[in-house]
């Protein structure tokens, strides 16, 4: 069992910028990839943004020169540092990894941008 905790969701203008974490815990050895995922009202979800436990990065286009993902693999965290946040940005953010083959999905934070 894993368990994924996210943080970091708010409110915020825009423009601004917010900086999402994602805490996993329980059996976590050797998880690979960490991933984002988010949720717009009406929307399917989709994903943001994933990284490697080697530091191999990918992004959904609409983020990319704007959201940065990293992660501190002592800590066992993700981290979603947002910049430049646009009101299409307004979702509730998802941590996602799979373990052994079964899908985590933490209860995820919400961002909400105003323009």
């Known amino acids: 069992q894993v368990q994924l905790v996210e943080s970091g969701g708010g409110s915020v203008q825009a423009g601004g910028s917010l900086r999402l974490s994602c805490a996993a815990s329980?059996?976590?050895?050797?998880?690979?990839?960490m991933y984002w995922y988010r949720q717009a009202p009406g929307k399917q979800r989709e994903l943001v943004a994933g990284?490697?436990?080697?530091?191999?990065?990918k992004y959904a286009d609409s983020v990319k020169g704007r959201f940065t993902i990293s992660r501190d693999n002592a800590k066992n965290t993700v981290y979603l540092q947002m910049n430049s946040l646009k009101s299409e940005d307004t979702a509730v953010y998802y941590c996602y990894v799979v373990h052994y083959s079964v899908d985590y999905w933490g209860k995820g934070t919400l961002v909400t941008v105003s323009s």
């Open positions: 329980g059996s976590i050895f050797s998880i690979n990839g």
């Open positions: 990284i490697t436990s080697g530091g191999v990065t």
